[in-house]
């Protein structure tokens, strides 16, 4: 019994590294079509719509601590203060979605359907400047077919003649 329960949590646990391990590519077809649940969108609108909605949510924290007189999330984070003589600027915030990814569907520009898998999103918000850039990554349930370089040849007419003929 106890061997079992140790197998089984071996299983998961090269599972779970598994799932980690998995190669994320960053998705550069601005056009490609994203589908999440039953919404739609194309990278790069939906990245446009990450990076406003983390904006919204920075300022309307803001907003509100203004109101109440406390200091806001900004504030406390453009630097960390460890004593009186020791203080940090920031750089960054940096948001990620969860490790194990979001499921969804990806329709390339030039591909034959819809593939499953995996998205992961990175925001970066600068302190230095204004901008929000958002990352957003993709990994596929299951690789791609990998394509072997003799295939156009061998689809090529001459190559045909050539195969008949003996």
């Given amino acids: ?41 194309t990278v790069r609108r939906f990245k446009e719509l990450v990076a406003k909605k983390f904006d919204y949510i920075l300022n309307y924290i803001e907003a509100v601590e203004k109101e109440s007189r406390n200091k806001s999330i900004s504030y406390w984070m453009q630097s960390l203060s460890i004593n009186e003589e020791t203080t940090i600027p920031a750089g960054d915030i940096n948001w990620s979605s969860p490790q194990e990814g979001i499921d969804c569907q990806i329709l390339k520009i030039g591909a034959k359907g ?16 204004v901008k929000t850039q958002t990352s957003i990554k993709f990994c596929p349930d299951e690789l791609p077919e990998q394509k072997s370089p003799l295939d156009d040849i061998r689809q090529s007419e001459e190559y045909k003649k050539l195969s008949n003929n003996n």
């Fill in 114 to 129: 819809w593939q499953k898998g995996k998205l992961k999103i990175e925001v970066n918000k600068s302190f230095q400047s």
């Fill in 1 to 41: 019994m106890v061997e079992k329960r140790n197998q089984q949590n071996f299983v998961k646990k090269m599972n779970e590294e598994f799932e980690i391990n998995k190669k994320y590519d960053i998705l550069d077809g601005e056009d490609d079509v994203l589908l999440l649940d039953k919404a739609t969108f």
